[in-house]
């Protein structure tokens, strides 16, 4: 292994294909934030549309914008740019409601698609919300179906001819390990099983092919790598050959066949429209917008390129300049099981992200033990993980930490 | 009848005591907005918020906002605000989602508080959306629940010891006729049926005292007479006796009781928190923030006075002036069952709406043959609604209205 320094971290960043896209954000000066896969940055972009929007779509154009402004078919338009980077054709993937609203409509129309299979199936650990969701639509159902939960490592041999849907996160939130997509759907398949993904922290990190691996259904975040806005709207993606079949009870208007005909009876839309339910959040999802354009314009292996050298290079410095601060390594060494984020352990982990985050370097902690550095190739640069562990080697071995002096931060993924 | 003329609305706009919330909102220059029931306007105010959340809160405090800019607390901050402009007390008002899911929420909860009876009961004609949404809940439930609707006429008779939940909306979208919250909820109590009121159509335009009347639940619209903007989330309230019991499906984890615990089993927080699922949408939650608060500061009984007396008075108008053009009135003469709209009918309305919008004056249709005006006090002028039946008499003594002419306008409520 090579002896590391800043001047490599420096010419990586020349050499970078990548780089001009840093300009196109708004990163607070003098910060080195590593939390992109949590909450991710403002597009410079953002700022001009929020003022078109606001002033003069709603302001000036009211009620007319949805027609001159074309508000209706925002969540079909911006589900087309983001069909776009998960392997999806156009009328596959809408914006909707949140991550969470949207696991329940898919996997309540899954539990339906597969009437008669009792067993719902994921991995504990998975992103809580995800369970909480699950266990709702358990109770909500008296027993028709249970959740259970399976190791990751027994997953495949998990899923049997009782198995009505398999639930899983892409990419862990915690580890950033990676399922592998292909082999999970394909055993779904082989058992009549559905599979819906939760890509909350693969859009936009790693490459997904949906419809090369066959997928069902997915779910993602438009708050993390796709620079959407806090509480930005969610996605979801509906195969083709699953979307005359599926009933979603979430069945507003905006998923009705006809919405302004005002009629007393509910027509599921033709399409993925169905899968709908109240007024689009137009502000929120013209935000998002803005971050799905930029990530649609840049080049998605060029991204998980620069993500898994990021990640290659974090984990060497901790290896060369933290052996003896007794940090632990909780992400793969593998990188094809690693999606675009490096996760340590340490006992005192929260005290010393609270350490780096009062030195202006965002990561997150996760309890009870782990900290979180996740790498945005389109603005994180490559000194910024030398500058980030040099001030890590700092705390450590100046002891600048201190449980005590931070107030906990209320830490949302 | 006296005879009006234009002098005499100017003399009302005079000495109207809420003239002055006009200028707080950003109307277009030379229009008459007559829809503030469909798509409530711009407060000026919302601006600079807008830009605050996006370019500071989102942009430069990136994920620490959840703490430094409270967004975590968004949801209950402004529903005890909301709260207390429908009679309700702190902690049993949340804002979330769209009015769509926050009744699938409520109804899905109601239904289940009541097992046992199998009637959900709501009015032909009642808001698309409504009877939707409890269509779905029907068939997702397969066969425990049937959605039931009555005559608003015979509602009162239908509830009955079967009837597990009314669903109401409490003024109608399309001709504003309002019902008698306290009969219907005190009728329904006696028969141990839960109430839903749907109060999109009242909140900020009428008074409503939820918990004068007993109410169980309800659910209401961000962006009609609150101004929180084109697809503002929405939010709800439930009674505090029934928060302890209260179980509903969506159960994601901003509903949690301790969700950055991250543990894999649910554990709903204790009061109106549960009835949260996804994570916050912050920019659209943040600027109904500021329409909400410009409600807050007004005298909701000054606002019910203006607006039933602009009512009164368009009624007059048309009655003085329209005689002759086949408008038939389709909203109630009597104050005490109107809400904050007039609703006209005539066989042309389509084509007559679009020549009012021509002229910037927008009020809007609903088929077969419904023309809308909506009284917004906060910022419509007495003197508004002259000059809007001015135009109505020029448009149809001169026939300038021609359906060809105009491309229809996809109306949303």
């Known amino acids: ?18 780089a001009a896209y840093r300009d196109q954000f708004d990163l607070p ?28 779509q709603w302001g000036q154009g ?52 597969n009437a008669g299979r009792h067993k719902i199936l994921s991995e504990p650990g998975n992103f809580p919300t995800d369970l909480y969701i699950l266990q709702g639509l358990e109770q909500f159902l008296d027993g028709q179906v249970r959740l259970v939960t399976e190791h990751r490592d027994s997953i495949l041999d998990a899923i049997d001819e009782d198995t009505a849907v398999v639930v899983l996160t892409h990419v862990h939130y915690k580890s950033g390990a990676m399922f592998d997509m292909a082999a999970i759907t394909a ?70 066949a006809n919405p302004f005909a005002m009629r007393d009876d509910y027509e599921a839309a033709p399409g993925i429209a169905r899968t709908l ?14 971050g799905v354009d930029i990530m649609a314009s840049a080049d998605m292996h060029q991204i998980r390129e620069k993500s898994l050298r990021m990640g290659q290079l974090f984990i060497e410095l901790i290896e060369q300049r933290c052996s003896q601060y007794g940090f632990g390594l909780a992400s793969s060494k593998d990188p094809a099981v690693r999606g675009s984020q490096v996760s340590l352990t340490h006992e005192q982990g929260f005290a010393i992200m609270q350490a780096l985050i009062a030195r202006n370097i965002i990561g997150d902690f996760r309890a009870p033990d782990i900290l979180r550095f996740g790498f945005t190739p389109l603005y994180v ?15 450590m071995a100046n002891d600048h930490w201190d449980q005590a002096a931070f107030k906990k931060l209320t830490a949302v993924t």
Chains 1, 2 share one sequence.
């Open 29 to 56: 000066a003098g910060h080195i934030y590593l939390n992109g896969n949590s909450l991710g940055v403002l597009p410079k972009a953002a700022k001009e549309k929020a003022r078109q929007v606001v002033e003069e």
């Open 1 to 18: 292994m090579q002896t590391l320094n800043r001047a490599y971290f420096e010419a990586l960043d020349r050499d970078d294909p990548l």
């Open 62 to 113: 009211l009620i007319r914008s949805w027609n001159t402004h074309d508000w209706i078919r925002i969540p079909q338009r911006v589900g087309d740019k983001i069909a776009g980077l998960i392997g999806a054709d156009d009328g596959e993937v809408i914006v909707a409601d949140s991550t969470s609203v949207n696991l329940f409509k898919m996997a309540a129309a899954a539990v339906k698609l």
């Open 277 to 290: 339910c109240g007024t689009t959040p137009v502000v929120g999802a013209s935000l998002l917008e803005v």
């Open 381 to 395: 640069r490559y000194v910024d993980l030398w500058d980030c562990v040099d001030a890590l080697v700092d705390i």
């Open 187 to 256: 055993r779904a398949h082989e058992k009549g099983a559905l599979v819906i993904w939760d890509l909350s922290h693969s859009t936009g990190a790693v490459p997904v092919e949906l419809n090369r691996v066959g997928a069902d259904f997915a779910i993602g975040c438009g708050y993390k790598y796709l620079n959407g806005g806090p509480g930005a709207p969610g996605f979801l993606f509906v195969a083709k050959r699953h979307q005359a079949q599926l009933q979603q009870p979430l069945s507003g208007w905006f998923g009705h």
